[in-house]
């Protein structure tokens, strides 16, 4: 759907401008008056950048700055003390703020009456909704200033994981940490939980003093450990930027302004396999403008971190499953460092927006290794995301209305249910199709610019299909047409037309695959001796969904996969294993399963597994021990899944 010019006006109204308003947002203002089709639009455009998964109303009263002032309690699981949040209030009729909580428990509200005093105010606490939590409703007559919230979380709270020693590597100490995206934020603090908000903070952090503290702001590596903490954030994030952890963590320089920390028997292993990360800074900086965080450091955890990686601002969150000791999986680190540009700087307005997040971030990612490592692996890399794509496309695991780059609202799902690989790949494949149909002297300083334009905002898929149109297409007339556009944006599945990553390697990796099935010779070690970690996913990818049990022992003579330290590999090979009956991989399978809780390699494990009663029950026995070392988000997967194989028909419990 086109918009007309007083979309951007009704954006400029409820996302008011941060430091960086746009030259063009601002002459709309002298717009022609409203006819009944653009108010139609706009009242549609609104409807766009509401965000269906929060209560917040940003709209009449929205929160620039936020301090914390927590105790970390190991014991109790609990994070406890005050978030005190500063408001600007836009609606003269405003008396209330409505935020969003999961599971805290609310101690008291209190309103700054100036001088550092404050006043108790009213307040409710809905019923929890399975999918967004509870709506905390304060009463603000006076329309203050500031809010305190003195609360406490739950020792279930959705956003933070609690390890115990046993579960640590240096098996001495504890440790905890956040993961807030999508909208876990709101189960550790009291919040407006919705990316179109944006705040500075501060906090101060009181922890055991063996525990170091860090926070997705300006962690100093040189900080004393003595359990008293303080960071400020002066840049102003979205909510789902907010993060902590604590433990026994150390700290090793990359560069000047990046390094890594760690458990401390793991700090160096990362700092070597990470010690590209300044390289990847000055070419993405050279790409797309100066980088803007101050520091870039990474927060290597133990392998129960559920996702590969989480791009909080200054300290990147990672697995350390891609520590595989020879850099073959450093483009995490490409991925979450791109989001400093796509997603941190500009960010999704709400989660149905979020390929503007992956989309983008997944196209800078593979602009970063094809720069550093050369354009063979970028291939290798596109060529393996656009053939998982494919699969889950045609094995219906992706509903055709969510096989499209502009998603309805996601209203009545949970935003962690609903992301795709259509967000990444999808929205990487768009943006390389722009690439190869403008050339790059045209289409990197068009995606510097809409980073730039936009930076420290919020925006729709909209508001980017709007820029698209004025800055790219209009300008270069004739090269893609609406039909093109309205496949990638609008369309399930991917547009015929779209273009095929095809690398070369892969080309001698399908013919070792080949002669094998057709002659049953397995490719001698002289050539796969040089694979890499990509050339072996794509030997697995391309196998049938079966193999004979002598063929499975065989290919597991020849290259051990089972209990491979590649969980890239692993992540293939056992499920393989599992839809062909190779019960010789069972043990270090779950094995793999309770060690690893990192939702990407272990959920087509358990998925495999559920399909026959036997498997299922297995799942169920690996389940029940692993549990306790999963956080609360693969719990939830995995419980999702089993159930639903026990059940099929009825929906998961959440
Ligand atoms: N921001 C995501 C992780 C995320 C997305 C968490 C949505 C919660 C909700 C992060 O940047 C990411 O995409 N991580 C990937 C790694 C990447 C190399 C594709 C992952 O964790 O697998
Ligand atoms: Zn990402």
Redesign the pocket.
């Known amino acids: 759907m086109r918009l007309p010019m007083l979309s951007l006006l009704v954006f400029m109204a409820v996302l008011p401008c941060m430091s960086g308003c746009s030259r063009e947002a601002a002459r709309q203002d002298v717009a022609a008056p409203p006819s009944a089709a653009d108010r139609k639009a706009a009242a549609m455009h609104s409807q766009s950048l509401h965000d269906e998964h929060s209560y917040a109303e940003p709209g009449k009263v929205r929160i620039t700055d936020t301090a914390l002032d927590l105790a970390i309690d190991f014991d109790r699981k609990q994070l406890s003390g005050t978030a005190t949040h500063t408001l600007q209030w836009l609606d003269p009729a405003a008396t209330q703020l409505l935020l969003d909580t999961r599971d805290l428990t609310i101690a008291k509200v209190e309103g700054a009456t100036g001088q550092g005093q404050w006043e108790p105010l009213q307040f409710a606490l809905g019923d929890k909704d399975p999918i967004l939590g509870a709506k905390l409703d304060i009463q603000m007559p006076r329309r203050n200033q500031a809010v305190r919230i003195t609360y406490t979380t739950s020792p279930d709270a959705s956003g933070l994981q609690w390890l115990a020693p046993s579960m640590t590597q240096g098996k001495q100490q504890p440790l905890m940490f956040s993961?807030s995206?999508?909208i876990h934020a709101r189960s550790w603090v009291p919040l407006q939980d919705t990316p179109a908000v944006r705040f500075t903070y501060r906090a101060h952090v009181t922890s055991p003093a063996t525990a170091m503290v860090l926070m997705s702001a300006d962690n100093d590596p040189h900080a004393a450990r003595d359990g008293d903490y303080s960071f400020t954030m002066p840049q102003a994030i979205p909510s789902y930027l907010l993060a902590i952890a604590a433990g026994d963590l150390v700290f090793e320089p990359i560069s000047a302004r990046s390094g890594v920390w760690a458990e401390p028997a793991m700090v160096h292993r990362a700092a070597t396999e990470f010690a590209d990360t300044e390289k990847m800074m000055q070419v993405t900086e050279s790409l797309y403008g100066p980088y803007r965080w101050g520091r870039y450091d990474i927060l290597v955890l133990p392998p129960s971190f559920p996702?590969?990686?989480?791009?909080n601002p200054r300290l990147t969150f990672a697995t350390p499953t891609v520590i595989v000791g020879d850099k073959s999986l450093v483009?995490?680190v490409a991925?979450?460092l791109a989001?400093s540009w796509s997603g941190n700087l500009v960010t999704n307005a709400s989660w149905k927006n979020?390929w503007l997040?992956?989309g983008f971030?997944?196209y800078v990612?593979g602009r970063i290794t094809e720069a550093l490592y050369g354009n063979e692996l970028a291939e290798m890399e596109r060529q393996i995301d656009q053939e998982e794509l494919a699969r889950e496309i045609a094995s219906g695991e992706i509903a055709p209305a969510d096989q499209v780059l502009a998603l309805p609202p996601l209203t009545g799902r949970d935003p962690?249910d609903a992301?795709s690989d259509i967000a990444?790949t999808k929205g990487a494949w768009f943006l390389r199709f722009l690439e190869q149909r403008f050339g790059r002297a045209a289409f990197d300083p068009f995606l510097r610019g809409w980073f730039d334009s936009h930076a420290f905002r919020s925006a729709t898929t909209d508001e980017f299909v709007d820029y698209l149109r004025q800055h790219l297409l209009a300008t270069n007339p004739n090269q893609v047409t609406a039909g093109e556009l309205d496949a990638w944006l609008h369309q399930p599945g991917i547009p015929a037309f779209a273009e095929r990553a095809r690398s070369r390697n892969f080309g001698i990796v399908d013919a070792a695959r080949i002669a094998w099935g057709a002659e049953g010779k397995l490719p001698p070690a002289a050539i796969t001796g040089a694979w890499s970690t990509q050339e072996w996913t794509h030997f697995l990818d391309g196998m049938t969904p079966t193999l004979a049990s002598d063929q499975m022992s065989a290919l597991d003579n020849a290259y051990h996969f089972t209990g491979t330290a590649n969980a890239e590999i692993a992540q293939r090979w056992y499920p393989l294993a599992v839809r062909s009956g190779y019960h010789a991989a069972d043990v270090a399978m779950a094995d793999f399963m309770q060690r690893v809780g990192r939702r990407?390699l272990i959920m087509p494990i358990y998925e495999a597994l559920a399909k026959t009663p036997e498997g299922l029950q297995f799942a169920d026995d690996v389940f029940a021990k692993a549990r306790a070392g999963y956080h609360p988000i693969t719990t939830a997967s995995v419980a999702a899944t089993l159930a639903k194989a026990r059940n099929p028909g009825t929906p998961p419990t959440p």
């Open positions: 993961q995206e999508a996702f590969g990686g989480m791009e483009s995490l991925h979450e989001h979020i997040n992956e971030t997944t990612q962690d992301l990444y990407k």
